[in-house]
C-alpha cells in the first residue's frame, strides 16, 4: 500500500493568514474554519464526497469583503493538491462528474495535466447566499485551478437557487477530484506521452 498522500500548506499575507492540511487518501474527515460559513459548509461538502481528509483555520479581513479570504484558501488548497499528488505516478488523471442538486445540474471536469486553466458558465445576476456573493464560487474555482496546476471546466447547465447552484459545483469538483487523483494499477508511470506532468 503506498504512501498517503499529504501536504501542509500556510500563506501570509496582510488580508490573510491561511494553514491547510490534505490527505488525498483519507475518509473524508474535515475541520473548517474560514469565519465565512458558506464557505465552511462547501468545504466540508467537499471532503465528504471527495473522500480526502482536510483541515483548513483561515482568518481574513471579512469584514472589508469576503474576496481576500474565499481567493486565499483556494490558492491554498490548490497549492495543497500539487504537493500531494508529486509527480502524479499511477494517478488517473482526468475526472468528471454530472452532479445533480434539485432542481440544479452541473457539469465538472478536471485535468491534473499541469496547465492551468478555468472555464467557467454560469447564470449571471444571481442572488447572494446570505451575505456571501455566488461570483465568489468563480474566485475560488479560478484560484483552485491555477495553485494546482489543474484544468477545470465548471458549468451549471441549469439552476436557480444559488444555494443549490453552489453546492452542485462543490459537489462536482469534488467527484471529479475523486476520480482524477485515484490511483489506478493500470497506469504505469506518468500518465502522459511525454512521460511528465
Same mark, same amino acid.
Given at each position: 500500500?503506498?504512501?498517503?498522500?499529504?501536504?501542509?500548506?500556510?500563506?501570509?499575507?496582510?488580508?490573510?493568514?491561511?494553514?491547510?492540511?490534505?490527505? =488525498? &487518501?483519507?475518509? @473524508?474527515?474535515?475541520? %473548517?474554519?474560514?469565519?465565512? $460559513?458558506?464557505?465552511?459548509?462547501?468545504?466540508?461538502? +467537499?471532503?465528504?464526497?471527495?473522500?480526502?481528509?482536510?483541515?483548513?483555520?483561515?482568518?481574513?479581513?471579512?469584514?472589508?469583503?469576503?474576496?481576500?479570504?474565499?481567493?486565499?484558501?483556494?490558492?491554498?488548497?490548490?497549492?495543497?493538491?500539487?504537493?500531494?499528488?508529486?509527480?502524479?505516478?499511477?494517478?488517473?488523471?482526468?475526472?468528471?462528474?454530472?452532479?445533480?442538486?434539485?432542481?440544479?445540474?452541473?457539469?465538472?471536469? =478536471? &485535468?491534473?495535466? @499541469?496547465?492551468?486553466? %478555468?472555464?467557467?458558465?454560469? $447564470?449571471?445576476?444571481?442572488?447572494?447566499?446570505?451575505? +456571501?456573493?455566488?461570483?465568489?464560487?468563480?474566485?475560488?474555482?479560478?484560484?483552485?485551478?491555477?495553485?494546482?496546476?489543474?484544468?477545470?471546466?465548471?458549468?451549471?447547465?441549469?439552476?436557480?437557487?444559488?444555494?443549490?447552484?453552489?453546492?452542485?459545483?462543490?459537489?462536482?469538483?469534488?467527484?471529479?477530484?475523486?476520480?482524477?487523483?485515484?490511483?489506478?494499477?493500470?497506469?504505469?508511470?506518468?500518465?502522459?506521452?511525454?512521460?511528465?506532468?
Amino acid at each position: 500500500m503506498p504512501e498517503p498522500r499529504k501536504s501542509s500548506q500556510n500563506r501570509e499575507t496582510a488580508e490573510t493568514k491561511i494553514s491547510a492540511e490534505l490527505n =488525498i &487518501d483519507g475518509s @473524508g474527515d474535515s475541520s %473548517i474554519d474560514t469565519g465565512i $460559513p458558506f464557505l465552511d459548509h462547501m468545504l466540508t461538502l +467537499f471532503a465528504r464526497h471527495s473522500l480526502c481528509d482536510l483541515h483548513i483555520s483561515a482568518k481574513g479581513d471579512i469584514e472589508v469583503d469576503y474576496h481576500h479570504t474565499v481567493e486565499d484558501v483556494g490558492i491554498v488548497l490548490g497549492s495543497c493538491f500539487k504537493e500531494a499528488l508529486g509527480d502524479k505516478r499511477g494517478i488517473s488523471r482526468y475526472g468528471w462528474a454530472l452532479l445533480p442538486m434539485d432542481e440544479t445540474l452541473s457539469r465538472v471536469a =478536471i &485535468d491534473f495535466g @499541469g496547465r492551468p486553466f %478555468i472555464a467557467y458558465r454560469a $447564470p449571471e445576476k444571481v442572488d447572494s447566499i446570505r451575505e +456571501f456573493s455566488f461570483s465568489l464560487v468563480e474566485e475560488f474555482l479560478r484560484a483552485f485551478a491555477n495553485n494546482a496546476a489543474a484544468n477545470v471546466h465548471v458549468e451549471v447547465i441549469y439552476g436557480r437557487d444559488a444555494h443549490h447552484m453552489a453546492e452542485s459545483i462543490f459537489k462536482g469538483l469534488a467527484k471529479a477530484i475523486d476520480l482524477a487523483a485515484r490511483l489506478d494499477p493500470r497506469v504505469t508511470g506518468v500518465p502522459s506521452t511525454k512521460k511528465t506532468l
